[in-house]
């Protein structure tokens, strides 16, 4: 037997339990697989004991991390929010139009756009028959990310890559017009052209909308501040 051979027989085999979730990292976990299940059987026929065979955990995990199926559904509520928002974030690197175009996720593919309709239906159909998570959705859904979008707003005035008088209006009239037409093909109203064109149509909305924020410069910098740094000094060396 070779020296390399016999060191490599002699190398111990590691062991031991795969590395444990964090608490934050197995909730979310849980949330996200109780979401097809609370789609498909709705609020009030879905029981945390449903979820523990679902998700396959014990009950005492489940309940260490969701004291009840109403915190449970909040939770589902804050992940659901990242898919249409996505923020926190830092886009400090791209324009301010690519980094809405971002934030807002319109490139995603139809797919996901269904899924992430589907479950602002379910939402909504669920609150309106218990009333005690309308004001939980609203609270951790739009509200959160009306503020969240304010929060980025105000960071981007406070570097001077835009100019708005008042942060909260401007994210309210942006999410009015970015959600607007989600809510209503959510709502299967008849809008073939949104639902054929998504993508283009809420790209021209964040256009139009980052026309009416960028900094007004004097001397021919109209509206550069939007770009990025390394983008507005590879311009001005070109001029």
């Known amino acids: 037997m070779t020296k390399e051979s016999s060191s490599a027989v002699a190398e111990p085999r590691r062991r031991g339990r795969p590395k444990v979730l964090s608490d934050a990292s197995q909730a979310q976990k849980i949330a996200r697989q109780a979401r097809s299940l609370f789609l498909k059987n709705g609020y009030a026929r879905t029981s945390m004991d449903d ?3 679902h ?3 014990s009950k005492s995990t489940l ?3 969701f004291t009840n199926k109403k915190e449970l559904f909040a ?3 804050d992940d659901h929010r990242f898919d249409m928002l996505v923020l926190p974030g830092n886009y400090d690197d791209v324009s301010i139009e690519e980094a809405l175009a971002r934030i807002f996720r319109i490139d995603i593919d139809s797919g996901a756009n269904e899924d992430r309709l589907a479950l602002i239906r379910f939402a909504v159909i669920e609150s309106e028959q218990f009333p005690e998570l309308g004001p939980l959705l609203y609270e951790r859904g739009p509200d959160q990310s009306l503020r969240e979008l304010a929060l980025w707003l105000a960071d981007q005035r406070k570097k001077g890559r835009i100019e708005v008088p008042n ?3 401007a994210a309210m009239a942006l999410m009015d017009m970015m959600f607007g037409p989600l809510i209503r093909i ?3 109203v008849h809008t073939p052209r949104l639902e054929d064109d998504r993508a283009r149509y809420l790209r021209n909305c964040i256009s139009l909308f980052t026309r009416g924020i960028l900094p007004r410069a004097a001397g021919g910098e109209a509206r550069r501040a939007g770009r990025p740094r390394t983008e507005r000094k590879h311009a001005s060396s070109k001029a």
Do not use: K, M, N, S
Request: aromatic content about 6%; charged content about 35%.
């Open 51 to 53: 979820v523990v065979r």
């Open 167 to 169: 942060v909260d209006d």
């Open 63 to 65: 309940y260490r991390l």
């Open 75 to 77: 939770a589902i509520i």
């Open 186 to 188: 959510g709502e299967h």
């Open 55 to 57: 998700c396959r955990i």
